[in-house]
């Protein structure tokens, strides 16, 4: 039987490419009936969800390329693996052949071109759940543009312009070959712009979380808003990060798990995931576990942790001493992150300690103490973990505490860039501290202009 697949790419370079799938129908539909029915819109809703999981996405490459960029010399990680695709972003000679740009790219825009097959088609869905999937659908898409904006254009620059290219904005559905447009780079500014509307129209129309629901399969409302109190913070928006992060920390709905081991290599979402994607023995596409973990059978041990991370720390933080290990797989005898090392586990994307991050450094640049003191929120990550309660904090000392909580979590990068701190010798804006557009995307679309350097 024909299959249409729901992760159909927009992408103009797979115009010529076909696959047929026979396998689990949430991935799946009958073409005849493709998207016609509400069952159909919400098995391509379960197949976006799928489309974040991949490894190129969340599973893996919006963590990795993110760390991996930031890297200075080896003083917090060292990329010893054989990809050289990885290599050459470890070491900042990468280029527009690179392999790893390119499948993010296009897996990014699958996840999108499957969100708005979704919003198009909600005309069959009934009225009690059309909200509820046009929000979710809408909070994927601007999931996506958010992490492709950051990794793909140069950084946006509070108080200026930001007129600069940032990436192809796509609101309707491909589904023909024959249709496949070539749409020119939209504005960093304009990027933003789409993003914040996707994620403001979302928190509109997703159910409110409420503590029973805080942890399912679909997003609900907090999810979009601690999503735009990223966006907010990575815009220099200080005051709506502020109240956003305030959010979701006085709801009610999420805890900080008492041990910071908990946080992590779970079999299902703990109490302080805001959001997290489900993986399991039967659908686990993640790569985080492959390339950070070293145990026997488990990993690749590419990931290197260096001394100069661990020296951080202080030696009582549960956060060096529970979340690293040596590895005694493939490399024994090296440094691992204990953030990855389940192969099957549930991947944190969002964490209730990274709205209270937010909120302390928000209220710390805006001399504010919305919902909590800055010195209170920092104590109460660093006594979480058995780390020595401050007495005061500087805007410095909550970076600091930001770089050590989300270690190896993918925000890096993004943080050099908003703060317009150096990765050794390279500036915040250097041209190879983003990713360059895909050479053949530029190939077969005329319309795409390259990033500088590449």
Request: hydrophobic letters at 40%.
């Amino acid at each position: 039987m024909k299959k249409l697949i729901y992760t159909l790419s927009l992408l103009w370079i797979l115009a010529s490419c076909t696959n047929e799938l026979d396998i689990d129908p949430q991935n799946t539909i009958d073409a005849g009936t493709a998207l016609t029915t509400e069952a159909g819109v919400q098995t391509a809703l379960i197949g976006a969800y799928n489309d974040l999981q991949d490894s190129d996405v969340f599973g893996a490459n919006y963590n990795m390329i993110s760390e991996l960029l930031a890297a200075d010399a080896a003083t917090e990680v060292e990329f010893s693996g054989t990809f050289a695709s990885l290599a050459d972003l470890y070491d900042k000679q990468h280029t527009k052949f690179n392999a790893e740009a390119a499948a993010t790219w296009i897996d990014s825009y699958q996840a999108i071109n499957t969100a708005n097959n979704v919003i198009a088609a909600l005309g069959v869905v009934s009225d009690d759940n059309r909200d509820s999937f046009d929000g979710q659908a809408k909070l994927i898409r601007a999931l996506c543009y958010f992490e492709l904006v950051r990794f793909f254009a140069k950084p946006y620059e509070a108080g200026q312009a930001n007129s600069q290219a940032g990436v192809p904005l796509i609101l309707a559905p491909t589904t023909d070959a024959s249709a496949i447009a070539k749409p020119s780079r939209a504005t960093v500014a304009e990027v933003y712009a789409r993003i914040i509307q996707d994620l403001q129209e979302a928190e509109t129309k997703l159910p409110a979380t409420t503590a029973a629901s805080a942890r399912g399969l679909n997003f609900t409302r907090d999810v979009a808003t601690a999503v735009l109190a990223k966006v907010y913070l990575q815009q220099g928006n200080f005051s709506g990060a502020r109240d956003l992060a305030n959010t979701v920390i006085t709801n009610g709905n999420y805890s900080l798990v008492s041990d910071i081991a908990l946080a992590f290599n779970n079999s299902a979402a703990s109490s302080e995931d805001i959001f997290a994607l489900r993986q399991t023995d039967q659908d686990n596409v993640q790569d985080n576990v492959a390339f950070y973990a070293s145990t026997p059978g488990v990993g690749r041990g590419d990931m290197d942790i260096q001394t100069g991370h661990l020296g951080l720390y202080e030696a009582t933080d549960d956060r060096l001493t529970k979340l690293f290990y040596t590895g005694t797989g493939t490399k024994a005898g090296r440094t691992r992150s204990g953030k990855w090392r389940t192969q099957f586990s549930w991947i944190p994307v969002i964490r209730l300690s990274e709205m209270y991050l937010i909120r302390a450094e928000t209220n710390q640049r805006l001399g504010s103490s919305t919902g909590a003191t800055p010195l209170a929120d920092i104590n109460a990550i660093r006594i979480r973990s058995n780390a020595s309660a401050k007495t005061a904090v500087t805007l410095a000392d909550i970076l600091m505490e930001r770089r050590l909580e989300l270690a190896w979590e993918g925000s890096r990068l993004h943080d050099i860039h908003r703060t317009q701190a150096n990765v050794g010798t390279r500036p915040y804006n250097d041209n190879f501290l983003i990713l360059p557009i895909p050479n053949r995307e530029v190939l077969v679309n005329s319309n795409l202009t390259q990033n500088d350097g590449f």
